[in-house]
């Protein structure tokens, strides 16, 4: 669902056991502003997931998120968390994988 919803419910829920899988994809698609939202919502973090827009596919230079900004946003925040890498391969997927590595890699 949205990021902003989610951020309610894990807001009225109250605990600090329950986080956010901020889906960069996702959230990108559905509400955009990646990087606001990511310092806006940086307590509600739990764990992180990348594709490439559109289609879902590698981070590549032909998908439209900046990629090294977002992670430098996270780390600008204090995440010190994981980040899957959740994109479906067009190629090579470990061609892919390691592209994606080195895009994150700030």
Not at 1 to 27: A, M, R, T
Not at 41 to 48: A, D, N, R, T, V
Not at 66 to 74: D, I
Request: hydrophobic fraction near 40%; charged fraction near 25%; aromatic fraction near 8%.
């Amino acid at each position: 669902d949205h990021c902003d919803y989610c951020i309610d419910i894990l807001k009225e829920v109250g605990s600090s056991h329950l986080k956010l899988l901020f889906d960069i994809y996702h959230v990108q698609i559905m509400d955009g502003d990646v990087i606001r939202r990511i310092h806006q919502h940086k307590e509600y973090l739990g764990h992180i997931h990348t594709a490439g827009n559109p289609g879902r596919a590698e981070l590549d230079d032909v998908q439209e998120i900046n990629y090294p900004a977002v992670m430098k946003a996270l780390l600008d925040v204090g995440y010190d968390g994981y980040v899957g890498q959740e994109f479906i391969p067009t190629r090579d997927p470990w061609a892919g994988l390691a592209e994606a590595v080195a895009k994150c890699d700030v």
